[in-house]
Every structure is written in structure tokens, then in C-alpha cells.
């Protein structure tokens, strides 16, 4: 997901503050952003939830435009030849850590949506019926998935040197 400038081959440098800021505006605003977008009916305040959630999901696609250019982002999706032993080394660690986190998320979509089949009669669990909600789902499984081994290492802190 990374876009290579020609004018900064290597990435837009970008402050770690502002990365995860960027991060955390992506990470709430997209899921909030669709729940009010594609929530329930509330009445008449439904079409202006409607257009907040609108507005933010588009905002949290602005803050992934911002974050494929950033130098976090090409440290994740670069090449081995690319990157140095240390980069290597820090994005390895930040895959791994992102692997696993997004393993776990699915495991418990599963696992929500199992228990959702076995207790249907009982609770009455939210479940994606629309077209809409597999598409919100989807992108962001999908952003979710690109973005995240750059957020790890927007938050790692820098390993010492060693001589």
C-alpha cells in the first residue's frame, strides 16, 4: 500500500506524534463512521447521524492517503534490499506483532460470530445482513490489514545501538 513519490523516494518523513495520531484517527473514526452510517434507524435524527458518519469515515480515508506516503508505511512495504539490517529488523518485529494482533481479531470475529449463531434466540446480536455492512466489513479488514505493522512501528521506541 505504499505510493512512492518521485519527488521522496523514500518517504515522506513524518514525526512519529503525527503518525500515530494519524493512526488512531484511521482506527476510530472508520468503525464509528459506519456505525452511524449504517446503524440502526434513530428517527429523525437519522439523517444527520447519517452524514457524520459519512464525514468521518471519509476522514479516516484521508488519513490513510496521508499515512501511504509516509515513511513508516514504506518501511513496511519496502523491499529487503531496501532497507537496512536495522529497518529490517524493526519491521520483522512489527510484522510479527501485527500478524498476530490481526490473527486474534479474527479469531474473535469467529468466535462472536459462532456464539451469535448459538445464543440467536436469546440475545439478539448484531450480525452484517446488508450488502452495505460486508462492505464496510471489508475495507476495513482490508485497511486494517495494510496499515497495521506500520502502526507498530509508528509506536516502537528505537532499540539501542550496539557496538
Request: net charge negative; with cysteine.
Amino acid at each position: 500500500m505504499y505510493v512512492r513519490s518521485r519527488r521522496r523516494p523514500m518517504g515522506s518523513a513524518m514525526s512519529p506524534l503525527l503518525a500515530r495520531s494519524l493512526f488512531v484517527a484511521l482506527y476510530t473514526l472508520y468503525p464509528l463512521g459506519c456505525i452511524l452510517q449504517l446503524g440502526p434507524d434513530t428517527g429523525e435524527d437519522l439523517p444527520v447521524l447519517s452524514i457524520i458518519g459519512l464525514l468521518m469515515v471519509a476522514a479516516s480515508f484521508l488519513a490513510f492517503a496521508v499515512l501511504a506516503g509516509s515513511s513508516f508505511q514504506r518501511q513496511a512495504q519496502e523491499q529487503d534490499a531496501k532497507l537496512d539490517e536495522r529497518e529490517l529488523a524493526q519491521r520483522n518485529r512489527a510484522a510479527y506483532g501485527a500478524f498476530s494482533l490481526l490473527a486474534g481479531l479474527v479469531a474473535l470475529a469467529l468466535l462472536y460470530m459462532n456464539l451469535r449463531l448459538d445464543f440467536v434466540d436469546q440475545f439478539p446480536l448484531w450480525a452484517p445482513t446488508t450488502p452495505e455492512h460486508w462492505n464496510a466489513l471489508f475495507w476495513g479488514a482490508i485497511m486494517l490489514g495494510l496499515t497495521l505493522p506500520a502502526a507498530f512501528l509508528a509506536w516502537e521506541k528505537e532499540p539501542p545501538f550496539e557496538d
